[in-house]
């Protein structure tokens, strides 16, 4: 006899998956919050940029699923993130793009933090603020900045990364972040 019933219960997996998935990408993808945060740490730099800036969303080249969070991330900022009198133009770069065009901030999509070392090591003195939602990444230098918003406003600054990068924080901006 046929189970009349398993089309649902399939359909009800198949929705209880997408929702699993759905609440673990949105943990870890930065969205407006983080970006205001990093937007608002720039102001903190010895020489911070001002006007209007790129932002590279970077993703590893041939990472479909890398791409699609950049873009995803893009299309949640707009064409122009304002914060104060600093206005943000998302990009998405691959790490390679990233590497060559080197615009003032550079956030890293989670498919981008095992090639972070490697450009960092590419924009080493070039002024860039690398950033991601990892604080493990700046625990291991890969990144200058890694922030958080929900539940509440972290801020993690790596100085030996920041250093490498040629920038420096204003001694006011150290006694809001925890230092790595």
Known sequence: MPDRHAGRRRVLRLGVAWLSLATIAAAVEPGPDEVEVIARTLGFLIAAPGGTIDIGLVYPTGSEAGRTTAERIAATLGPRFVVDDLTLRPRPLTVEEAG?????????????????????????????????????????????????????????????????????????????????
């Open 100 to 180: 060559r065009v080197a615009p003032p901030v550079l956030l890293l999509t989670q498919a981008a933090l095992p090639q972070a070392g490697i450009l960092a090591a590419s924009l080493a003195g070039k002024r860039v603020l690398t950033a991601s939602t990892d604080p493990g990444s700046v625990e291991r230098q890969q990144v200058v900045l890694a922030v958080r918003a929900h539940p509440r406003i972290e801020i993690f600054v790596s100085h030996a990364a920041a250093r490498m990068a040629g920038l420096q924080f204003s001694t006011a901006f150290r006694m809001f972040v925890q230092e790595r």
